[in-house]
């Protein structure tokens, strides 16, 4: 198998009960739940590309899933977005960025898998003019609706490095879970609480 | 500290397996090589050969010389010389010595003896060779005082140093001067027998020996050419100079008269159709034509003087052209001669200080009675039969051993054979291969290690949770899953 489609393929065990990586993920969600996230949204970034974000916001999900809550998984990495490549491409052509652009509505988004329950809300094709005007009105109402409908709402957010907007994401959203890749450098780290400060609330190390 | 960090590098070769692999072949083959050039050294061996007196004494006495018993009596004996070990302390002169030295018994071609090998190297010829003969003599030394006790090298006298080695001997073929005691006999014991040293170069091969004489041959041969053509050389210059003349003078130019006498015959035609025979420009006219035709006879008659002589001269000028062209032959010839002559020469020498084999001959005979006057302790003359040691017939077969007899006088002799130093290494060659892999890992060891300590990323838990403000909370750690 190659490279590039090794890293494509995620491993997702977050809901499996006796995989250690499932257990682990279980574990990890039973911390978050200490800290009772504000309105029961999580958003998950990192210091840099390919640190696991998706990675561990599929499978967070998949264990609040596997507790029988109703979760709806945002995307947000509008630049690079992944999910697409590990749920599949979705039906609609439209994505999050229509709604935050107020094309359409959440619901028009959302399509939900029969095998895993999960509640899946891409962003659609990759786009790099994405401007702070998301930050308004329809993305307000899309956190307002995801609120009213799912129990959970885990928003799978860009990294430090590749937008600017992570610091506004974070600061609206509420509880901003960071996800540093062992191995990775300090610099982008040290930049990452800079850029997040007081607005990070956990951070998760993942050893890939 | 370091065991967490011998862990941390062994966890981070999953990271760093490059750089492990960059080091290991770097190390390995840096070092291989650096170890070839810096073990290089010459290898100088010694055979020692022995009769067998007394069943297998001998063969008890070869195994029992063993490397330790000769390097300690090496030490021992050689320790005041200047040897190739001088520099070196008691401890790591030994040491030294046991990786230097080898002994090998070998298979002999000559009945009823024994034979050992002694194999030493050094970092020059000179002193390879010196080892190698100082160890002989050591165990040499050991040896005759085990076969023959009662005639032991205190007892004995040395009578006769080590001849000098023939004047084409090089410095590194000579043996060593041995250094015998000289010291007065004990008259309660048997009588003592007189021990003769000889050095002699063994016999060539048939191959070296022809090529020798082969090229004697044509050096003779060279040789009487050369002074032949020298002889010729010097005959040519002894015969007398060739005077060639000086070129006659320049020839007249005829034809210019003859055309100047043509001018000069048609404008008196013209004046002649014109005037009378009186008239002053026909008279004039007349007399240059009459010139013109002097002159251009007398210019007829000497440019054929001059064409002879140039005859004449041509052919002595030929014949010294001829002289020339000789003796440049000559000296062209003598000149490649020398050149030749010159190449053979150093062939020559060259095959003279090529591998040489020397045999020390060890004779005992008996002694002639002892000096009364002669004080107890001092050193007794050398006697003048001991000089001129006799022949040894080192290549002769041994006689028949005599079963639980002591070495007599005259028997096969104990000998000594030493050879050239050639170039050899310290170290064989899959010991430096195992070295140098042993090196690289260490080197990749190493660079892994530097890499990890130099490393500005984020290794461990503690080090990420040394970089979170205060407020944010670390988690946990998500283990490795493969997809």
Request: proline share 9%.
């Amino acid at each position: 198998m190659s490279r590039a489609l090794q890293e494509t393929v995620i491993p997702l065990e977050g809901d499996l009960p006796f995989s250690p990586g499932g257990e682990r993920y279980k574990q990890l969600l039973d911390r978050i739940l200490e800290f009772a996230p504000a309105n029961r949204r999580i958003f998950v970034t990192s210091p840099g590309n390919g640190d696991g974000k998706t990675v561990t916001a599929a499978n967070l999900a998949l264990a609040l899933r596997a507790r029988q809550s109703s979760v709806l998984l945002v995307e947000l990495a509008f630049e690079r977005p992944k999910l697409a490549a590990v749920f599949g491409s979705p039906p609609s052509r439209l994505g999050v960025d229509s709604v935050l652009a107020g094309r359409c509505s959440l619901e028009k988004i959302v399509c939900r898998r029969n095998d895993n329950g999960l509640n899946l809300a891409m962003a659609g094709p990759a786009r790099s003019d994405v401007d702070l005007a998301i930050f308004g009105k329809p993305f307000q109402n899309m956190l307002e609706m995801a609120k009213k409908r799912y129990d959970w709402t885990i928003f799978d957010g860009p990294s430090v490095e590749a937008s600017d907007q992570v610091e506004e994401f974070a600061r609206n959203i509420g509880f901003t879970l960071l996800v540093v890749r062992k191995r990775s450098s300090l610099k982008l780290l040290r930049r990452a609480l800079r850029t997040l400060d007081g607005a990070i609330d956990t951070v998760i190390l993942n050893n890939r | 500290m370091y065991p967490s960090l011998t862990a941390r590098v062994l966890s981070s070769l999953r990271f760093r397996w490059k750089l492990a692999l960059c080091g290991l072949l770097l190390g390995g083959t840096g070092f291989f090589f650096a170890s070839r050039y810096l073990a290089r050294c010459f290898q100088s061996s010694v055979v020692i050969g022995f009769p067998v007196v007394g069943g297998s004494e001998s063969k008890a006495v070869l195994s029992s010389v063993d490397q330790g018993p000769a390097v300690e009596g090496l030490v021992q004996r050689y320790e005041p010389e200047p040897v190739a070990i001088s520099h070196l302390g008691t401890w790591g002169r030994r040491a030294s010595l046991r990786a230097q030295l080898s002994f090998e018994p070998i298979e002999t071609t000559v009945p009823n003896s024994v034979a050992l090998r002694i194999v030493a190297k050094e970092k020059t010829p000179e002193a390879a060779n010196a080892l190698a003969i100082a160890v002989g003599q050591a165990v040499l030394d050991q040896a005759e005082s085990r076969l023959m006790p009662t005639h032991s090298p205190a007892a004995s006298t040395s009578s006769a140093q080590p001849a000098p080695p023939p004047s084409t001997s090089t410095p590194s073929s000579s043996p060593p001067p041995a250094a015998a005691p000289v010291t007065a006999p004990d008259p309660s014991s048997p009588p003592p027998l007189r021990k003769t040293v000889t050095w002699k170069a063994a016999p060539e091969s048939a191959e070296v020996a022809a090529t020798r004489r082969q090229l004697r041959d044509q050096l003779v041969q060279e040789q009487d050419r050369k002074s032949r053509l020298q002889d010729d050389l010097a005959a040519l210059n002894a015969m007398p100079k060739i005077q060639v003349p000086h070129p006659a003078s320049s020839p007249s130019n005829e034809a210019a008269l003859k055309s100047q006498l043509n001018t000069a015959n048609n404008s008196l035609i013209n004046l002649e159709n014109r005037y009378t025979n009186l008239h002053p420009d026909v008279i004039a006219a007349k007399r240059r034509v009459a010139d013109l035709q002097s002159a251009l006879e007398e210019a007829i008659v000497k440019n054929a003087a001059i064409a002879k002589q140039d005859a004449a001269n041509q052919s002595k000028v030929a014949e010294a052209q001829a002289r020339l062209t000789r003796e440049s032959t000559l000296q062209r010839q003598i000149a490649q001669l020398d050149a030749q002559i010159a190449r053979d020469t150093a062939e020559l020498d060259k095959l003279g200080q090529g591998k040489k084999t020397w045999i020390q001959v060890i004779h005992y005979s008996p002694a002639e009675p002892p000096v009364a006057s002669q004080p107890a302790g001092s050193p007794r003359p050398v006697p003048a039969a001991a000089a001129t040691p006799a022949p040894a017939p080192v290549s002769s077969p041994a006689p028949a051993p005599r079963p639980g007899a002591a070495l007599q006088p005259d028997e096969q002799p104990v000998t000594l054979t030493a050879t050239s130093p050639v170039p050899a290494m310290f170290l064989a060659q899959p010991v430096l291969g195992a070295l140098s892999l042993l090196f690289g890992l260490l080197l990749a060891a190493v660079m892994v290690w530097l890499a990890e300590l130099l490393s500005r990323s984020v290794k461990d838990a503690e080090s990420l949770e040394a970089e979170l403000p205060y407020g944010v909370h670390y988690l946990g750690e998500i283990p490795r899953m493969t997809p």
